[in-house]
């Protein structure tokens, strides 16, 4: 949102150019959108995904096997999972509750015993098999109410702009809490 013209190509500039993995984790504070990234230097690898895990990322170890996707679905393509023994979890995801809330998925347990999805904010490394949360890196300065209103309207403001220049943007109007906020 602080930098509307960067197209893909700058940002995986900008991140190149950075000397470590911790700087360039600090750098992506300022993305926003819905992304997968994986960031490796000689020593290490990490994946992560935007601050809302809009793109999600699911994530199996199972004897030698490794292995990663966007649906659970796509690694059990490859090897075979376990179903969980969680009925309580087998309900929620097979129930009306769970397809009206757009299939919304809480914590990190899927419906496989071994399988499991990467939290907003969170950093998988690739080489330990470890989930550490990376987000926010430090704690933000304090702002008086106006600070923040101002800041959070240059951030939207700048979202909306960075999106218009990439893609030719709708905005749905369905009378809805979020029609209204956004009029």
Same mark, same amino acid.
Request: hydrophobic share 35%; with cysteine.
């Given at each position: ?7 893909? @190509? ?10 470590t993995i911790q700087e360039a984790l600090s750098r992506t504070d300022f993305f926003n959108g819905r992304y997968v990234m994986i960031l490796a230097d000689e020593n290490s690898q990490y994946i992560i995904n935007d601050a809302t895990a809009s793109k999600q990322v699911f994530y199996l170890f199972k004897d030698d ?10 690694? +059990? +393509?490859?090897?075979?999972? =376990?179903?969980?023994?969680? @009925? !309580? ?6 129930? #009306? ?11 990190? !347990? +899927? ?7 990467? *939290?907003?904010?969170?950093?998988? #490394?690739?080489? @330990? ?16 109410? =106006? ?6 309207? #240059? ?5 909306? =702009? ?6 030719? *943007?709708?905005?749905? *109007? +369905? ?9």
């Amino acid at each position: 949102p602080f930098h509307t013209s960067a197209n893909n @190509q700058d940002i995986v500039n900008e991140l190149s150019g950075c000397n470590t993995i911790q700087e360039a984790l600090s750098r992506t504070d300022f993305f926003n959108g819905r992304y997968v990234m994986i960031l490796a230097d000689e020593n290490s690898q990490y994946i992560i995904n935007d601050a809302t895990a809009s793109k999600q990322v699911f994530y199996l170890f199972k004897d030698d096997f490794f292995g990663i996707g966007s649906t659970p679905n796509i690694i +059990t +393509t490859f090897i075979e999972c =376990e179903k969980t023994k969680n @009925q !309580e979890l087998l309900d929620y995801l097979y129930s #009306d509750r769970f397809i009206n809330l757009n299939k919304s998925w809480f914590g990190t !347990e +899927t419906p496989y015993k071994d399988l499991f999805m990467l *939290l907003p904010n969170h950093l998988f #490394d690739l080489h @330990q098999k470890k989930i550490t949360r990376f987000w926010p890196v430090k704690n933000p300065p304090k702002k008086s109410i =106006e600070e923040s209103v101002r800041y959070i309207g #240059d951030i939207m403001r700048g979202t909306i =702009e960075s999106g218009s220049n990439r893609y030719k *943007l709708h905005c749905s *109007l +369905t009378g809805g809490w979020d029609s209204r906020m956004m009029l």
